[in-house]
């Protein structure tokens, strides 16, 4: 019992002493070495490298939920990041198709708040899941559905505002040898963001022809060079290990400098060349000499963005970043944003699996303008019921008596957005108030 005792302790020191050792001889510089922090000495991310390095050969992932092995050394996303392998495997259902038609109708709002601004063009383009361009490379049991949930979002918002990149990037595919996404990473790379931007130029184009883009030269591919792995790779901890190819085009043949500022603080945070920026979380403001317009833009993108960034600052002058989310969510920024910078432009890059969040279903705030001379009324609403209020002497005159004075109005004739932008009220005190607290409620039926 002793010497299996002491067999034991001994076993324990060896590892107690190992771990350090490894971990001392496996620091990337000298620099890294800390001799005084624990979680350096014994942090065990080796044991999970080398497990992951065996598994590999054989198809397995040591973290499926973040990442699944594909075919040729392909690795794809998992459900961990908004179910994107079983939203996508899976046909769409009642439930896509109703999210679709709210975000459709929002966007459709949000569209008009932001013409009533002075914004000239509102665009969403949706970056699609890298299954969705390769979906050759995937396991067989995760290969996408025919006709999944994005489909059914895209059936729904139309194609009014929404650019649908999977078809010019399917049609690139067959026309590049080399691979418009990485295989290591979720996202596209430069030569998959050069395909996505010059679609969504010949959608904008469409709807403001004044604006100059890029010549075919910007998007011409000049070299392939070699990259560790992307951050599917960093998930199984084989960063180093697993290689890929970074596809390199002519993006710097335009003689484009930048300014990067933090739009809240006004810090100027870079200066320089035209390199890529990644999603800020806070508003990023990127001011460019030589770019193609002196327009503004708002910008509201996600990862998938960063491949794109040096060629929108090269197309226009002055463009206002922020991540989708922070924009969108309750609370958000967004309409702040456009009441602040008066963009010339509203763009959304936002990858496919994100695309049905709920923020997109939000609708803008209302807006409070003065009536102008040129407001005619296409509708008129009557007094069907009144509370806790008191008919005055005049048809449209009442004495409050009580605490919850409200009066129900019906429209002459059913009404739609496109019929009317607007809704005018025309109320006032008799005591001469300046300032009427109101609230209005707005039953569809």
Not at 203 to 209: F, M, N, R, S, T
């Amino acid at each position: 019992m002793k010497r299996k005792i002491l067999i034991f302790i001994l076993s324990i020191i060896s590892i107690l002493l190992a771990v350090p050792a490894v971990n001392i001889i496996n620091a990337p510089s000298r620099d890294a070495i800390n001799l005084k922090e624990k979680s350096f000495l014994y942090n065990m991310d080796f044991v999970s490298r080398w497990t992951a390095a065996l598994l590999y050969p054989l198809g397995i992932s040591t973290d499926p939920n973040q990442v699944i092995i594909g075919k040729n050394d392909w690795l794809y996303l998992g459900d961990l990041y908004e179910k994107t392998l079983s939203d996508d495997r899976r046909p769409a259902s009642a439930s896509d198709i109703e999210i679709g038609k709210q975000i459709g109708a929002a966007t459709e709002a949000w569209n008009a708040y932001l013409v009533g601004k002075g914004v000239k063009v509102f665009q969403i383009m949706i970056g699609p899941n890298k299954g969705s361009i390769y979906p050759e490379n995937m396991p067989s049991w995760a290969k996408p559905a025919l006709s999944n949930p994005t489909d059914a979002l895209l059936a729904e918002t139309g194609e009014g505002h929404y650019i649908d990149l999977r078809p010019p990037l399917l049609a690139a595919k067959k026309v590049y040898r080399e691979a418009l996404y990485y295989k290591t990473d979720t996202h596209w790379n430069d030569l998959g963001a050069s395909v996505a931007f010059r679609a969504f130029a010949k959608k904008v184009g469409e709807a403001a022809p004044e604006l100059k883009w890029p010549s075919e030269k910007v998007y011409e591919l000049t070299r392939v060079t070699p990259r560790i792995g992307g951050d599917l790779a960093n998930f199984l901890r084989l960063t180093a290990s697993l290689s890929d190819d970074q596809p390199m085009i002519n993006a710097s043949s335009l003689p484009v400098k930048t300014t990067q500022t933090d739009f809240v603080t006004k810090q100027v945070l870079f200066q320089g060349g035209n390199p890529v920026t990644g999603a800020p979380g806070s508003p990023l403001l990127v001011t460019s000499v030589g770019a193609l317009n002196d327009k503004k833009v708002l910008w509201l993108r996600d990862s998938f963005g960063t491949s794109l960034s040096p060629l929108m600052a090269a197309t226009f002058k002055e463009v206002l970043q922020l991540h989708w989310g922070h924009a969108i969510k309750p609370g958000g920024s967004f309409a702040q944003l456009v009441d602040e910078w008066k963009p010339d432009y509203v763009f959304v890059t936002v990858v496919e699996r994100a695309a049905r969040s709920s923020g997109f279903a939000a609708y803008p705030p209302p807006g409070v303008v003065p009536k102008g001379r040129d407001f005619k009324a296409v509708r008129t609403a009557t007094p069907v019921g009144l509370n806790h209020l008191v008919q005055g002497p005049s048809e449209n005159e009442y004495q409050i008596k009580g605490n919850d004075a409200f009066v129900d109005f019906v429209l002459s004739s059913t009404v739609t957005q496109s019929d009317a932008q607007y809704l005018n009220i025309d109320l006032t005190c008799s005591d001469n108030t300046s300032s009427v607290p109101l609230q209005l409620f707005w039953l569809e039926d």
